[in-house]
């Protein structure tokens, strides 16, 4: 306890200047410990990255690509379809990329969005054979 480094301890007969002494060895192990905890942490999240980044499946665009955008914040509901509401906006067209996998992108009728969609909330669109027969 740190009353004891001043004092002394009770429970042993031990002056204050040898116990002060050995507290302060143990300082030194304790810098070895940290160091060590460190590089453990270290190596486990590289560990736990790495199984993540396997299981991820990048998403990449290009330009003219057609996409649906998810509907944020998930989980809204439209109150006229209540749980039947869509989860998915569109299709789109990517019309510009920027860094960070981030899209621009327009309506089929050219009106152009002012913010990019970063490509996590995007999947691509596969047009139906049904429409425009």
């Known amino acids: 306890m740190p009353w004891e480094v001043n004092i002394g301890s009770r ?18 192990d ?3 410990l940290q160091l060590w905890a460190f590089k453990k942490i270290r190596d486990n999240k590289a560990r736990v990255a790495k199984a993540y980044n396997r299981k991820v499946k990048p998403k990449n665009f290009k330009i003219g690509d057609l996409v649906w955008e998810l509907v944020l914040p998930v989980g809204t509901k439209d109150p006229a379809f209540g749980k039947w509401s869509p989860n998915w906006h569109g299709p789109y067209r990517i019309v510009e990329t920027a860094p960070g996998n981030s899209y621009r992108m327009e309506t089929l009728e050219g009106v152009r969005f002012f913010r990019n969609v970063n490509g996590k909330y995007l999947k691509k669109y596969y047009p139906s054979m049904w429409i425009g027969s």
């Open 11 to 28: 429970r042993n007969d031990l002056l204050a200047d040898d116990y002060t002494s050995l507290m302060n060895i143990n300082t030194n």
């Open 30 to 32: 304790l810098t070895e």
